[in-house]
């Protein structure tokens, strides 16, 4: 298949250039901070969101708006009778017994509430950007865990095909020396098993990479037959800003910052705003009136004026006025509740940042190291039958154990420090 190149679309993005595709499944090979560019830039659910901030602000534009003037025209005979009167023609000699009447109508707000509920609409344009922000922030959290877990997959794979890779190596040496009866048939079987064990597991995390490249793709709006590869870097969290950070600033911030806290007091100004406009409701609104009437009355050319105004005997919007004051309570226990609920959420996000640091830094920078060169040291006695099998794949085993372990760390520290960012609402 032809080599396909996605230049045009990491140049419209303004990356720098690290994007490659040198496969013939068309892979796409870049940083975190490229992957989130693209998916802020291309996302489609963030695009249909935002378009909620613009039918807001439609809805000021129509809270702006006076109500259209009415007019009507009737009482427009087609056909006279013999005791018609004769009145002066409206077009040469026609219209002499044409009657005609023109009403015209304007509908006036009272009690400001016009004013009023274009206040109301501008606190909607305001709830909903920051309904779009919590909707981000959501999004992108869970964008950056498939990376974090994208690299995880990838680095795990890379392990056990290194293993796969070995094993198969041995295999190859050991098949001549098991025909030849130099070694027993159950240490090649059990060779073998081991290479089936590792096959197995790169088979799961290929599943596994798979889902994750659905997600990730559809989350960036991708190509479907392009294939991301996501870089190394920024696996592991700056540890200098976990080390500075106080709680009691942080459960402040996630106050100020978070979307989700701040579209709760919006709520609760959006509902005293409509309690306002439910009262002024009481008042009832004036219609004024002006008329023409052509031979219908006393005179011949009729044009008066008036008014219309309905009487509140019965109603006075008691009702919504009540269910307005409910309201505004809900939004207050909601709000109270909001809060609670961001602190309790910023304490536990803390402190289980603070234990996987812990986990992170109890294990020395140069055990990875040793864990590698213990292995080719294994390897190199094994070949030379200086260790048993069983030895030999025991601490494969446990070489595995250990760099899972400390895969595990890295992922857990990433997720743990991206669940702080987002329960205080900004970034670290």
């Known amino acids: 298949m032809k080599r396909i190149f996605f230049t045009a679309i990491f140049t419209s993005f303004c990356l720098s250039g690290k994007a490659q595709n040198t496969t013939a499944r068309d892979t796409v090979s870049v940083s975190r901070a490229e992957a989130e560019t693209i998916f802020l830039k291309n996302n489609l659910r963030l695009l249909s969101e935002k378009l909620n901030i613009d039918q807001a602000e439609a809805q000021v534009i129509q809270a702006r708006l006076w109500p259209n003037p009415r007019l009507e025209v009737g009482e427009i005979n087609l056909w006279s009778n013999a005791k018609s009167e ?40 305001e709830i909903a950007q920051e309904y779009f922000q919590d909707f981000l922030r959501i999004l992108k959290v869970e964008f950056r865990n498939n990376l974090t877990q994208l690299q995880y997959t990838q680095e795990k794979q890379n392990l ?4 796969l890779t070995s094993i198969q190596k041995l295999l190859t040496a050991y098949s001549n020396q098991a025909k030849q009866g130099n070694i027993s048939k159950s240490e090649f079987i059990r060779l073998k098993a081991s290479e089936l064990e590792f096959v197995k597991q790169l088979s799961d995390l290929q599943k596994e990479n798979n889902q994750l490249q659905k997600e990730l793709k559809t989350l960036m709006n991708l190509p479907p037959h392009s294939y991301l590869k996501i870089s190394i870097d920024k696996f592991v969290p700056d540890l ?57 009355n006393i005179m011949n050319d009729f044009v008066g004026v008036g008014f219309a105004i309905d009487l509140p005997f019965f109603s006075r919007n008691q009702g919504n006025i009540k269910s307005a004051k409910i309201e505004i309570q809900k939004s207050q226990y909601m709000k109270e509740e909001k809060n609670n609920q961001a602190q309790n959420e910023v304490i536990q996000a803390y402190e289980d940042l603070v234990v996987s640091k812990r986990l992170y830094e109890n294990i020395e ?15 190199k006695n094994f070949t030379l039958r200086n260790t048993s099998m069983l030895e030999y794949l025991d601490f494969v085993n446990a070489y595995l154990e250990n760099k899972t372990i400390i895969l595990d760390s890295k992922k857990e520290l990433n997720e743990h420090y991206e669940e702080l960012q987002f329960v205080i609402g900004k970034e670290l």
Do not use: C
């Open 86 to 125: 004769q009145l002066p023609p409206i077009f040469g000699n026609w219209g002499k017994t044409s009657e005609v009447t023109v009403g015209l109508e304007q509908l006036i707000y009272t009690a400001r509430k016009r004013k009023k509920q274009i206040e109301m609409e501008k606190v909607g344009v």
């Open 160 to 163: 056990y095909k290194k293993q």
């Open 240 to 296: 200098d800003k976990v080390a500075n950070i106080n709680l009691a600033e942080l459960a402040s911030a996630a106050l100020e910052n978070r979307p989700d806290v701040k579209a709760s007091v919006l709520e609760e100004k959006y509902n005293n705003r409509k309690y306002k406009y439910e009262l002024s409701q009481r008042t009832p609104d004036v219609t004024l009136l002006a008329s023409y009437d052509r031979g219908g």
């Open 365 to 379: 920078a140069s055990y990875e190291k040793d864990l590698d060169l213990l292995l080719e040291s294994h390897q």
